[in-house]
């Protein structure tokens, strides 16, 4: 599965990157069909992902280590937990973009309405916001937090 996400939501999903057609209308039925493929495998990645912890856990828990190891055991079970943590928001995000595909609401930034770009979305299906809106949110955020 690493060399999964090294390849890229795309190759994962098992897609080559879209190609559009001369005067396809922007987020179409095919590309929202091609979106929405994309999340649907990513989703269904992050969710085997949470279900082979899980059993590698309760494995694990079963063999009753050496207290010496229990330690690291547990520290090795912390961290897997929060790797699956961050996962389960992700999922909620994405289900969240989902919906925005069936609503007819997707690609679009959030903050000035643009069209995002099909290349942004592909490499971050769920961005809500085009590239200047994101930038300036992050020049914000860094002032905020040196102030």
């Known amino acids: 599965m690493p060399d999964q996400k090294k390849l890229g939501l795309l190759a994962q999903a098992g897609l080559e990157p879209y190609q559009e057609k001369p005067g396809e209308e922007y987020m179409g039925e095919a590309q ?37 190891d229990r330690a690291a055991q547990e520290e090795e079970f912390s961290l897997e937990l929060r790797t699956r943590d961050r996962e389960r928001k992700l999922i909620k995000k994405i289900e969240k973009t989902l919906q925005l595909i069936e609503e007819d609401d997707f690609g679009f930034c959030n903050s000035c309405g643009i069209e995002i ?3 942004r979305l592909e490499a971050r299906p769920t961005a809500d916001l085009c590239v200047d809106c994101k930038t300036l949110a992050e020049i914000k ?7």
């Open 32 to 68: 929202l069909a091609h979106f929405k493929k994309i999340l649907e495998a990513w989703r269904n990645d992050l969710r085997n992902e949470v279900d082979r912890t899980m059993t590698h856990m309760q494995d694990e828990a079963a063999n009753f280590p050496d207290p010496v």
């Open 117 to 119: 770009g099909i290349r």
């Open 141 to 147: 955020e860094k002032q905020q937090g040196r102030g």
